[in-house]
T-cell receptor, first 112, second 116 residues
Framework: DVKVTQSSRYLVKRTGEKVFLECVQDMDHENMFWYRQDPGLGLRLIYFSYDVKMKEKGDIPEGYSVSREKKERFSLILESASTNQTSMYLC???????????FGPGTRLTVT | AQTVTQSQPEMSVQEAETVTLSCTYDTSESDYYLFWYKQPPSRQMILVIRQEAYKQQNATENRFSVNFQKAAKSFSLKISDSQLGDAAMYFCAYRSAGGATNKLIFGTGTLLAVQP
């Protein structure tokens, strides 16, 4: 079974803090994704990576950065958390040539 | 740019009945993929069904089937014999078949309640 894990299910941070969200997949997938999920807006792509050290901006990259130093790990970084970044964050991975994207369980981040 | 629209924020169905969730999309591409994902209260997104645009035959997975109307850009999901475990948020999604972009474009979701 493909497994995508995220470092935390729930996270509470203060405004201005630097926040790291970690995602790890165990199936050697080339492609990894970070989404943000908000009620009424569905899932919106923040960043994705198609190889180690490669990254591309998604639809809403502002206020976020990413890091992919190893194939299995894709980190989302909030340099200075703001209250409008309170949301559910979902990580996903997919192997090239496959249609199925596998999702992690999500991290519900609250910024106060 | 491609867009995906789910016009039903919430739906309800009686157990054992059939329900249809609507999805429309906008694209100028001829080759693409369409998906339905399910997100139960546990939050783990699961792929329910996939349709390739070049295939005329509607995809079916057990109790789940789609009605794919390419000309109308419509992609509805039918759930037959609904079960309590079908209660979840359902997302319709689009992905281009070509190009360097691998991303999925999601609709806003439909929350399905199943009444016992």
């Amino acid at each position: 079974d493909v497994k995508v894990t995220q470092s935390s299910r729930y996270l509470v941070k203060r405004t201005g803090e630097k926040v790291f969200l970690e995602c790890v997949q165990d199936m050697d997938h080339e492609n990894m994704f970070w989404y943000r999920q908000d009620p009424g807006l569905g899932l919106r792509l923040i960043y994705f990576s198609y190889d180690v050290k490669m990254k591309e901006k998604g639809d809403i990259p502002e206020g976020y950065s990413v890091s992919r130093e190893k194939k299995e790990r894709f980190s989302l970084i909030l340099e200075s958390a703001s209250t409008n970044q309170t949301s559910m964050y979902l990580c996903a991975s997919r192997t090239s040539g496959s249609h199925e994207q596998y999702f992690g369980p999500g991290t519900r981040l609250t910024v106060t | 740019a491609q867009t995906v629209t789910q016009s039903q924020p919430e739906m309800s169905v009686q157990e054992a009945e059939t329900v249809t969730l609507s999805c429309t999309y906008d694209t100028s591409e001829s080759d693409y993929y369409l998906f339905w994902y399910k997100q139960p209260p546990s939050r783990q997104m699961i792929l329910v069904i996939r349709q390739e645009a070049y295939k005329q035959q509607n995809a079916t997975e057990n109790r789940f089937s789609v009605n794919f109307q390419k000309a109308a850009k419509s992609f509805s999901l039918k759930i037959s014999d609904s079960q309590l475990g079908d209660a979840a948020m359902y997302f319709c999604a689009y992905r281009s078949a070509g190009g360097a972009t691998n991303k999925l474009i999601f609709g806003t979701g439909t929350l399905l309640a199943v009444q016992p």
